[in-house]
């Protein structure tokens, strides 16, 4: 690890200009490049005190050995400069975009004698007019099928069009009218290349002059009454009317706009982009990319539109097809200054480029659908490198090389704290097994031993509880023989909620009702374990973790060490990740372990640490919500759990029962006037609490346990998607 004041450039060496610089390791291999609008100020920032870097940053400037500099006349030379070095020596701590070559696209061979019509992968060829690209290669064959009864274009191969030629005879499309068979002279080569030119027309949303010409040659054939003749232009014309809709139009305006959404998070993003010709949407595509350097939303955006129009040029609405430059650029985020990426844009088209954030209308709505379909392929990634055999091996045997572990931990728990200003601490245990989601074996918790917040404490005990359960199940198999006595409220934990719910403070409660579990596979999951003989269920706290990860830092890792130390466990390995850096602690240790942040270790990690953010906040927010709405009823005399959910669930919330008449009351199924009368009565003496107010948000809390707004209460200590704050 090298040292970045070592090559650290003396004062004054740096030139105040615009230029691009390159970052290289000791073998002289380009690590990283960027470009800045002054270097001086730029590369200054990476030479300052590494513990105030972000930690990729701070990474790669220790694998570095030598920083080197070329500067240019404007921002926009900087841009097409470091763009070509990105290109050319691909360096790892760059953003990387995986490339969309296999997306198939519609391409018309102009350079040919006789023009053919096919589907057409990888990159850009000169003189060929291309289409798209599609997300499957079956629409565009189905569009060029519709299409081929009004352009008959040729479609076969050199090999079957030279066979068709030598024996004299065309192939079945000839023959049944979808190929004007130029192979066997029915057709010259300029009328061909015209038919070809009519196509790529009508493919770039030149459709009406084709209709109407179309519709008068059909009204024409039925005044001379040629009626078959009428009706296959009419056959035509339909034909040509289901293509243009599987191209809807998407915005009134005939725009040529391309639309590019990013989702991402810590560890990648998805792009998607819609190309938009003439108002309709003409192709998509979309890549996903690692975040290797630390980079926002406004960063992504300049790599997408540098990884997409870094080899075209001229007018796409010229082209017709995806190539080119359109008029107007719709981005999520301006990246900051914005008017050299315009520029450059500007250079490629050869006119003025709109580069924008879409605010109000139809382009803003259209911006929504790519950003859900950029939200979909990101999850779609991450489902499937999830479920990838060999990529969750590798993330456990990076876990196991981190860590100093003799096995790969083929069963990882993690443990999470959540609590609503204090009040409600419950705590919830994840498992995953062979790097997957094991949700028959998930447990939540219901803190017992003291009152208030302290997330040390509350961890100490969720791991006692756990662990004294598991030596029971083991002392009742006669594995162990305890040296002492256990403490006698042990046998309170690990009890399965009730039927009425009346038992979900205790533990062992599963994530929903049921016995049974829907796998990743989408499968009912079978219980895991041993089973007990009496009960027949099976024992669900028998089997021990490899590893467990707590939700924190070094004070959390402590506690959750401390516990297994008191119960005499020796052979099962704590750990902790800390959201700030997602550093991992172990126990005895002054200094985090660091995975690399492209590290399929560091992504299981992150995702079992999340499902336990995720099962805390849901059953922290049940029991707020259960307590808040069944307050009250519970005073009412003789109202049993049925009939309170009966009133919860058609007035809505206990403030609009306390609001209601006894009429009203009267119309819920199962309640009489007398009951009615009773909780009417009941209600009305009990003064109505002050609202209560999360102090983290400032918004009021509702009786039915949401905020004034109709949202979810957010626990404190964490931001609306469960993280830690």
């Not at 002279?185 to 770039?204: K, Q, T, Y």
């Not at 506690?559 to 750990?575: M, Q, S, T, Y």
């Not at 240790?589 to 690399?596: A, K, Q, R, T």
Request: aromatic share 6%; net charge neutral.
């Amino acid at each position: 690890m090298a040292d970045p004041s070592s090559y650290r450039p003396k004062p004054g060496q740096i030139p105040d200009s615009p230029g691009v610089y390159k970052f290289r390791d000791e073998h002289g291999r380009v690590i990283y490049v960027g470009k800045a609008k002054s270097l001086r100020q730029r590369l200054s920032s990476y030479f300052q005190d590494i513990t105030n870097l972000h930690q990729r940053t701070a990474t790669m400037v220790t694998t570095a050995a030598s920083v080197e500099w070329t500067v240019v006349a404007t921002e926009v030379e900087a841009l097409q400069l470091e763009y070509s070095w990105i290109k050319e020596f691909d360096p790892r701590f760059n953003v990387k975009y995986r490339d969309d070559k296999s997306y198939p696209s519609l391409a018309v061979t102009m350079n040919e004698e006789f023009p053919r019509v096919q589907v057409m992968r990888g990159p850009k060829r000169k003189g060929v007019r291309y289409f798209g690209p599609y997300a499957h290669a079956w629409a565009i064959r189905e569009t060029v099928d519709l299409l081929l009864r009004v352009f008959p274009v040729r479609t076969c191969s050199a090999g079957v069009f030279k066979r068709s030629a030598q024996i004299g005879r065309p192939c079945l499309l000839g023959y049944i009218g979808k190929c004007s068979a130029p192979c066997v002279g029915r057709i010259s080569p300029a009328d061909h290349r015209e038919l070809a030119e009519e196509f790529s027309d009508f493919m770039a949303g030149h459709t009406g002059t084709y209709t109407r010409r179309l519709e008068q040659r059909m009204k024409d054939a039925a005044a001379a009454m040629e009626y078959e003749q009428a009706a296959r232009l009419r056959d035509d014309l339909e034909a040509l009317r289901r293509a243009m809709e599987k191209n809807a139009v998407v915005l009134a305006d005939a725009t040529d706009a391309d639309l590019i959404a990013v989702a991402e998070d810590d560890l990648e993003a998805a792009v998607q982009i819609f190309h938009v010709r003439g108002g309709r949407v003409r192709g998509q595509r979309g890549w996903v990319t690692d975040k290797v350097e630390a980079v926002d939303t406004a960063g992504l955006v300049e790599h997408a539109v540098q990884q997409l129009y870094g080899e075209e040029s001229g007018d796409a609405g010229q082209s017709g097809g995806s190539g080119g430059v359109p008029k107007e650029v719709l981005v999520p985020a301006l990246p900051s200054p914005v008017e050299p990426l315009a520029e450059w844009l500007a250079e490629r088209r050869g006119s003025h480029v709109s580069l924008r954030v879409p605010q109000r209308g139809d382009k803003k709505d259209l911006m929504a659908t790519v950003q859900r379909n950029a939200q979909q392929a990101l999850a779609l990634h991450k489902t499937r490198r999830a479920s990838d055999l060999t990529t969750r091996s590798r993330a456990l045997e990076e876990i196991a090389a981190a860590l100093d572990l003799d096995t790969a931990p083929l069963r990882i728990e993690c443990y999470d704290i959540s609590h609503l200003q204090g009040d409600d601490v419950v705590a919830s245990m994840v498992v995953f097994e062979d790097g997957l989601a094991r949700k028959s074996e998930y447990r939540r918790f219901q803190i017992k031993s003291f009152a208030g917040q302290d997330d040390v404490r509350s961890m100490h005990e969720v791991i006692s509880r756990r662990f004294r359960r598991y030596l029971q199940e083991r002392q009742k198999t006669g594995e162990w023989e305890p040296d002492q006595p256990q403490d006698t409220d042990a046998a309170a934990d690990g009890e399965p909620a009730g039927p009425d719910g009346g038992q979900a403070a205790t533990d062992g409660e599963h994530e929903g009702t049921g016995s049974g579990h829907e796998g990743t596979d989408g499968r009912a999951e079978q219980p895991a374990g041993p089973i007990d003989p009496d009960t027949g269920r099976p024992r669900r706290f028998a089997y021990p973790p490899q590893l467990v990860v707590v939700d924190g830092g070094k004070p959390q890792v402590a506690a959750a060490r401390r516990a297994l130390d008191e119960l005499g466990i020796a052979d099962v390995f704590v750990c902790g990740l800390a959201k700030r850096l997602e550093e991992v602690w172990v126990p005895d240790d002054e200094d985090p372990v660091i995975l690399p942040r492209s590290s399929e270790g560091l992504y299981l990690l992150q995702r079992v640490r999340d499902e336990a953010h995720r099962f805390a906040i849901a059953y922290q927010r049940s029991k707020r919500t259960k307590t808040l709405k069944a307050g009250a009823l519970d005073q009412v005399p003789g109202l049993g759990e049925t009939r309170k959910q009966a009133l919860l669930k058609h007035f809505g919330s206990l403030k609009r029962l306390r609001a209601a008449t006894v009429e009203e009351i009267c119309q819920v199924p199962g309640i009489g006037r007398r009951t009615a009368e009773t909780v009417a009565a009941a209600l009305a003496s009990a003064a109505p609490a002050a609202p209560a107010v999360n102090t983290a948000t400032g918004e009021i809390i509702e009786d039915d346990g949401r905020p004034a707004d109709g949202t979810q209460p957010v626990p404190s200590g964490r931001d609306p998607r469960g993280k830690s704050t």
